[in-house]
């Protein structure tokens, strides 16, 4: 198929196949809550597109693999900061250079191997507790019931916040994440911004102590470097702040994503029981295959051609790594979930500067949480026909916020 030159590729212009929804910026419907039949689609017939947005300029989405890695490697161009002024409170994924290799490399400094090497003990213990509960009880839902207080209670001690105030971080994590969502002319809420402000006062608070203590935290670390002066409060607080709604949702989808490919694929619980390997294999090809983060946003500073189309400067690009992960140039048979496969190139933590700093953690809680849930669970199954139920398509995380299913217990 070829476009007239110079037409714009609107989505809703588009020749979709009969019964696919088209793409568009907010999914009224929860269509493209998974949308990797229109991901195929668009890599080989229109591998880059546009979106009307109804509150700023257009959105375009890029899905081969080659283009979304080079957006992803070429920060001058693809800019993740909005504008020159920032709000006070910006997270450290809103910022280029020099402001964000500033903070970059606090935490860089604080999620060394070594440091993520130490939480293990502690994330084991808490998944034990959670999965022997979760299975006593015969199964429920795991998303709520055991994705998110493990996720949760390990970003919380990380960022060196007190257990007893992990259930109100939930909230707070929400409201970040509705904030984050309106700099990305996503929906949002009214109250994101007094609610953000409002843990993020807490979080300074909280670093106070933590340099009093003398804690080795993430939040340690960043609290030491606010008070010898290499950053501001503010910056300390959105720093620490913000690995909620980088580390949480996501990590916690995936394990839902894990739990649902060993009901898909009958033979995964025994080989991650068997093998030693396996659960550290199956955690990257679920990230490749269903990452939670599905683009990275990017601020066009200059004209480009992608795939022969042209995106005008300022415009908003969507570099989808969720389509770049299952492009057929380099993964075979890129829907099958292959734990033995090559997927190193994979982009399911993003690339270059602005990559996942928390992958190590995620990498470890999920590994961790496999290895348990292999020795006590025989088998799962879906608890109900709707027993899983996905975020709608324009939220930031993609992946199960519900997920029902009932367990048989290995003894
Ligand atoms: C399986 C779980 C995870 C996935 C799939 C994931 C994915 C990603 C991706 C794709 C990016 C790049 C976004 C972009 O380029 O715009 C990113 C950035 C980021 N992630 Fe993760 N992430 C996960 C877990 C975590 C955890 C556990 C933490 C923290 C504890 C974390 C903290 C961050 C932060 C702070 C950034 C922004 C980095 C920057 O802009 O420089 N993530 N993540």
């Known amino acids: 198929m070829t476009l007239v030159e110079n037409e714009i590729p609107y989505s809703e212009t588009l020749p979709w196949p009969e019964g696919m929804a088209p793409m568009a910026v907010i ?44 957006g992803l490697r070429a920060p001058k161009v693809y800019a993740n900061q909005p504008a020159d002024t920032q ?6 994924s809103q910022w280029d250079a020099p402001n964000h290799t ?31 509960r979760f299975v006593a009880a015969g199964g429920g839902d795991l998303i709520e019931e055991l994705a998110v207080p493990l996720t949760l209670i390990t970003i919380g001690s990380v960022a060196g916040l007190p257990t007893e105030d992990i259930p109100t971080l939930k909230e707070y994590s929400e409201h970040m994440l509705l904030l984050q969502a309106r700099a990305r002319a996503l929906p949002s809420s009214e109250d994101a911004e007094e609610r953000s402000l409002e843990f993020l006062a807490y979080v300074a608070e909280r670093l106070d102590v933590l340099y009093a203590e003398g804690s080795e935290s993430v939040g340690g670390v960043i609290a030491k470097a606010w008070k010898d002066g290499e950053m501001t409060k503010e910056e300390a607080a959105q720093m620490t702040g913000f690995l909620f709604v980088g580390g949480h949702d996501t990590t916690t989808m995936l394990l839902g994503h894990l739990v ?19 659960p550290a294999l199956a955690v990257e090809e679920a990230v490749r295959m269903r990452g939670a983060v599905h683009r990275a946003t990017r601020y066009l500073k200059e004209e480009v051609v992608v795939d022969g189309v042209p995106i005008p400067q300022g415009e908003l690009v969507r570099l989808v790594v969720a389509a770049a992960n299952r492009d057929e140039s380099v993964f075979d048979q890129p829907n099958e979930f292959d734990i033995d496969r090559d997927n190193s190139k994979h982009l399911g933590f993003g690339a270059g500067v602005h990559s996942c700093p928390g992958a190590p953690l995620a990498r470890l809680q999920l590994r961790v949480a496999l290895e348990e849930i292999s020795r006590r669970v025989e088998k ?10 996905i975020q709608p398509g324009h939220s930031i995380s993609l992946g199960p916020k519900r997920l029902m299913v009932r367990v048989t217990s290995l003894t």
């Open 27 to 70: 999914d009224e419907d929860g269509a493209l809550s998974e949308p990797h039949a229109q991901y195929a689609w668009l890599r080989h017939n229109y591998p880059v597109i546009a979106m009307h947005n109804e509150v700023g300029p257009d959105v375009w989405m890029v899905t081969r693999y080659d283009s979304v890695r080079a």
């Open 87 to 92: 709000p006070t409170y910006a997270f450290v």
């Open 102 to 132: 500033r903070l970059r490399q606090f935490y860089a400094r604080a999620f060394n191997p070594k440091s993520i090497a130490l939480v293990e003990d502690a994330v084991r213990e808490r998944a034990i507790t959670l999965i022997d």
């Open 260 to 278: 649902r490919f060993m009901i898909e694929e009958p033979d995964l619980l025994e080989r991650l029981r068997t093998d030693p390997e396996a």
């Open 380 to 389: 799962f199954e879906f608890d109900g026909a709707d027993a899983l139920e």
